[in-house]
């Protein structure tokens, strides 16, 4: 008499995550401009602006552009101030048109003077058709913080390369997620900060690693493990945190993954894979579109210049959570 029911609930639940991890929705779309397809565009994260647009971030221009969901640049933002190019890799939203905006910390030799540039952290606030002028004036990088987690300076043996940011907006969080190093446990690397003592400029901030227990797979398509590409926390659910893949020589992308860490704490569970494949993922938007079901816009990197392949946007819906 007791089988019935936890049959019954195994096969629910089979049957949820089977929708779940079988999304996909369109095919990407290509992002352009008024001159056409954007060759040059580096998209590496997305915030919702409104329900039909999406603010993203460009590690290639000294610009964040804004987007409609069928990839139409709406507009292009240059920066407020003059800057070394800071390499923005990911975008948080801080509510009422204000954004934390960090750059990736990384220059593959390691050097100096181009980690120097990249490793900021600004805050960005959008008043009709451009930035406020105190946007980006100040850096809030957390610095002593990123040095003691033993990735950051000129003699590491593995320096670290920020690639996604997330805000939790009620519990006053902020997240740090890395594309590298994996953690000793062979885990991508997320860490999280108290956001008033970032804002602040606390010298005693302090990191703690969310411990995801997330180990990443091979992607059988490219023959590499699938690394860590964005973050977006979602107001009562968790922190979704978006894997990318592709080739050892950066030319070829497999397929794309959406994990969840409930509350923002391990362990992640995958609630969609297979997620355009041949497309490298590099940013991730998402909003409420119903009770417990989420709209989610991803933007793609492929690289233009390199591979020949446009940058990409693609909106899953019905996405539970």
């Known amino acids: 008499m007791r089988r019935a029911p936890l049959f019954l609930t195994w096969i629910f639940l089979v049957l949820v995550s089977a929708g779940a991890l079988a999304l996909e929705t369109d095919t ?33 221009n000294r610009q964040l552009h804004i987007f409609d969901l069928e990839g139409r640049r709406f507009r292009r933002l240059d920066l407020p101030r003059d800057m070394p190019s800071p390499s923005y890799s990911g975008i948080a939203s801080l509510g009422e048109d204000a954004f934390l905006v960090a750059g990736d910390h990384f220059h593959e030799k390691n050097a100096v003077r181009f980690v120097h540039a990249r490793s900021v952290l600004h ?5 009709g058709e451009g930035w406020t002028r105190e946007s980006a004036d100040t850096n809030f990088d957390p610095d002593a913080a990123l040095r003691r987690t033993g990735h950051l300076g000129q003699t590491v043996k593995d320096p670290l390369k920020l690639e996604g940011m997330a805000v939790d907006s ?9 594309s590298r190093p994996l953690g000793a ?9 108290r956001l008033d003592e970032v804002m602040a400029r606390d010298r005693n901030l302090e990191f703690h ?16 493990a699938f690394h860590l590409s964005d973050l977006c926390y979602v107001p009562g659910k968790g922190l979704l945190v978006l894997l990318a893949s592709q080739s050892p020589d950066g030319r070829r992308f497999g397929s794309n993954q959406l994990w969840l860490l409930r509350g923002g704490f391990g362990p ?16 991730l938007a998402v909003r409420e579109e119903g009770k417990d079901t989420y709209e989610a ?10 591979t020949g392949m446009p940058s990409r946007i693609l909106t899953l819906k019905g996405l539970k959570l």
């Open 209 to 224: 690693d969310v411990k995801p227990q997330l180990i990443p797979e091979v992607e059988p398509a490219v023959g590499q």
């Open 28 to 60: 990407p779309k290509d992002m352009r401009g008024d001159e056409g397809v954007l060759m040059d565009l580096r998209p590496t994260g997305a915030v919702y602006l409104a329900p039909d647009r999406v603010l993203v971030t460009d590690s290639n």
């Open 297 to 306: 816009t991803l933007v793609f990197d492929n690289d233009p210049e390199r």
């Open 268 to 283: 992640a569970r995958l609630v969609a894979k297979e997620l355009a494949p041949g497309n490298r993922a590099a940013g």
């Open 185 to 193: 446990d062979g885990s991508v690397l997320i860490y999280e900060a």
């Open 170 to 178: 009620k519990q006053k969080r902020v997240f740090f997620g890395l």
């Open 123 to 127: 805050r960005y606030v959008l008043q």
